[in-house]
């Protein structure tokens, strides 16, 4: 059982915590960005990390922050 205090630094309160789980073949993110640092772990299979710099927000050309998909690109990437 892992609590939030098990995946924050000592020096820095908890902002958030995510944890994502999915499985299959062909399965994908949507492009987008993270408030908070991540830790990934594979257990099985693989996955591609495409990374931008943060100058590069503005060209992703992000939803606004009201919208349902904030935080991610409007640009569809796998095409």
């Keep these: 059982h892992l609590s939030v205090q098990d995946l924050t630094v000592p020096w820095r309160p ?7 789980m999915g499985s299959g073949p062909g399965l994908s993110t949507p492009c987008h960005f993270d408030m908070v640092h991540n830790l990934y772990a594979q257990i099985a299979g693989h ?5 931008f710099p943060s100058s590069a927000a503005f060209s992703l050309h992000l939803f606004t922050r009201l919208h349902p998909s904030a935080a991610q690109t409007q640009i569809d990437l796998l095409n």
């Design 14 to 20: 908890p902002l958030e915590v995510n944890v994502w």
């Design 47 to 51: 996955k591609r990390f495409l990374l």
